[in-house]
């Protein structure tokens, strides 16, 4: 019997391309199928279905993905403790859909199950559906990350998971809309075996369950224990920036271990050990030359939308030439933050327009009526319509335009993407479009000033994104106040006031700050999203709690203003309070806990880690004489041995080890200027250390003392001094 079942998971899964985890996640339910069923008192107590089960439940959550499935047929239920209850009344599984915000493709697969009647059928009279976003409860996306672990596969959403109304997991799979009718082929074949094995002993099923989970606190709390902190993190943070560098092979043009993922972790931190003059000098060199070719690569790629001037968030292969058309609010406000690092860098004024192009995009397209950000959502399926053939642009712009634009974004009659990343020729005589040559080397081509080209320009790129935009077709604009992405904007405003000095980003952060606390703030708690609902939907998690710490200490640094930093403090008093246990950072706090396992977030599985923004703001708050509880701090502070072998993974961890070992101390003393104060304060943020000048510092007034880190100091009085006190000459670079 168990090697039937074992036949018949592995066709359907081979069918959907993860075989290991229909295996991992259904053999121990193929020995309970065929036992005998055993006695039990459960069997006697009839089910009750609660008159909640027969409606959709979702519809008033807040968010993309419960918005979407508001008037689904499905009758989805809130992840919530009371959903649980309902089914263990009800005897039913719980079959839980995670998807997430970022990953479009949920879309497609919601609406195929909602499409299908007998599907909708079987969903709803035998299990209790669940929907969850897995952005806003980040543990459970963690979760799905160990699920796929177990079972060797890529963690990637929507994930269907199984579980017990005990909350512990049965089985689970990644779901793919590879093909018409695969979900519901995929369901079927799990939804034979899971239903017979109930039937057959639910009892032993539960039983079994609760045995696995254990065995995962365990693995999970072992894995954790096991992950060595360095003992030498000040020689092993210049070590895993050497091997940052070494991923990098100007020839092949690659980036190992990089994924597909717009590399925003790595362009930040090359960019920040660059800007440190006590990074020794040929990890900065190195830095520096890994940095730029990147750049050389990203830069003129079809990544930038030369249209909206957006930033595709990531790639369909090895090649940069071929993104996947998704954008959202959050991945723009990641980007925008290390562009502008770079530019501080580099001094490569590319890269500054590719910066304030997608600040620009991002303030247009997430910016909601309420006035904070939104997390957006992108019609990222429709990959053809954004896609161009060289008739398409000479039946679109004047002829005159038509040569110099497809001579300038690499455009070629038989398409120009890379054969690994249209193997099947699916896409057979498309192109993207990136801007391949710079403006002036077109301009110049043309006969024209730079100033007549942009004119020219933008009259193309306006006729351009019009058709485009009338072959996508309208969407509705996502006006969801959402907290991680508005945080992200406030740090990305702060960056682009230290890069650029203009003071309107600066205005623009604080106006944003102020208004992200009236919106997500009730007290000390913060909430994912502006509508107060269910914790377990929607409460603040440890990584929300430190992108707020990041948004406000940079508000701190740019604007001296005392009240910021007391508002850092509070966070990280609260964090101290619902995320320190026993021995690691807890990501979830306990009024939103469903899922009992130790999950913590240590590394960048999706973006930054809860692990790399606590560890900063502890940085942080240490150099301004208000340190973390010691509880807390010790958490924080330690760097896993393992970023020598996985930098890409672990980029804000090292950043923030640089920073705590190799930033030097900034001390204000009183009376400063105002050139002195724009000075400091377009200081690289987070980069430096500081807090104002005691009686004891010896500082005088209308100056600042600058403290190395190896001891040694010096006092400036005037902004040329600060900046060479502190960073990296030309011909130290």
Known sequence: MLAMLKHIMKSTFIFRRVAAAAIGGMVLLGGASCRKPSPTTTAEVPAVVAPELHANGVAGLPGLIYQSQSRSPIRWQPWSTETFERAKAAKRFVFLVMAMPQQTSFHKILSEMAGDPGLVALINDNYVPVLLDVDAAREISLLAADLAIEVKVPAQFPMFVWLTPEANP?????????????????????????????AGDADYVATNSIADNQARRERISRRKNETQASKEPAADVLKAIRQLTSLYDPVSRSFDEAGGLFPSGAIDLLASAVLNASVPKDIRARSLATLNELLKDLLPSPMFDPLDGGLFSSRRSGSWAFPVFDREGSGQARAITALFRAYEATRNPLVLERALGVLAYAEKSFAARSGVFALGDSAGEHTKSWLWTIEDIKKTLPAEDATWWIAATGMRGLGNLPSEADPTREFFRSNTIGLVKPMAEIAAGLGLTPEAFKLRFEAARKILLKARDERLGPSPKDETEHASTTFRMVSA????????????????????????????????????????????????????????????????????????????????????????????????????????????????????????????????????????VQSFSRLAVPLPTVVLEQPVMHTDLIQATLVRHYAPLVLNGKGLPEAMQTAVARLPLRLVKRRVAAAADGVPNGSVKVILPDGTSQLAATPEALRDALLPSAANQ
Not at 177 to 198: E, T, Y
Not at 528 to 542: D, E, H, K, N, Y
Not at 586 to 613: H, R, W
């Open 170 to 198: 049965v089985a689970w799979i990644p779901v793919t809309a590879a093909s018409p009718g695969a979900v519901r082929d995929l369901f079927d074949k799990s939804h034979s075996l899971l239903s017979h094995s109930w």
């Open 493 to 628: 405003y702060a960056v682009a006031f230290g890069a650029t000095g203009n003071p309107a980003y600066r205005d623009k952060a604080v106006a944003l700050l102020e208004r992200a606390r009236k919106v997500f703030v009730d007290g000390p708690d913060l909430w994912m999203f502006a509508a107060r609902t269910l914790p377990s939907v929607s409460a603040g998690r440890a990584f929300l709690y430190g992108l707020a710490m990041q948004a406000t200490l940079d508000l701190a640094d740019v604007t001296g203003e005392e009240k910021y930093l007391a508002w850092a403090d509070d966070l990280a008093s609260t964090s101290a309070e619902r995320f320190t246990a026993m021995d690691f950072l807890k990501e979830c706090p306990d009024n939103a806990k469903i899922v009992d396992l130790p999950i913590t977030d240590l590394a960048m599985l999706f973006d930054e880690s809860t692990a790399g923004l606590i560890s900063m703001a502890e940085c942080r708050l240490a150099a301004r004489g208000r340190p973390l």
